[in-house]
């Protein structure tokens, strides 16, 4: 993944090289060359999203087989309260200190299992206290059976 960020990288310098070259050129060269700065970004953005890929692979290969199957974090303690901003994550329960330098909001929850979330419509999930927390606040008709230690 990182050796396919430095590819992005070197194509978004390319494309710029490329951009650079076409202003100098006559008019009709320098007139095309306005969707050159966009495209090196895209690129760029795209290098920056597969490093921070890399950067999450170890925390997810480490992730408990007991982990909440929910694709999503919450705060263990208050639910879905959390406020991301870039890479960091925190909850906005007032008096919870609790940070997460990644962005926890889309990052799969890597809490323990603590409950078995039963929704309407009989779907079964295991989840996490926080999820449990977020279950009781949002869903309608759902119980909660707390597990066995």
Known sequence: ?????????????????LRR???????????????????????RQAAQDLQATASDMPRLAAL????????WGVCPEHGNTLIASGDMTTCKSAGCRRAWGYNRDTALCAEPVTHRLIDAGEVETLVCDGHAVAARDQLVDARLEPLMP
């Open 64 to 71: 408990p087989t007991d982990a909440c199957t929910v694709p």
């Open 21 to 43: 070259q076409l202003s100098r050129g006559e008019d009709t060269l320098r007139r095309t060359g306005y969707r050159l700065d966009d495209a090196a970004g895209w690129i």
């Open 1 to 17: 993944m990182r050796e396919l960020a430095a590819r992005a990288e070197q194509l978004a310098e390319a494309i710029e090289a």
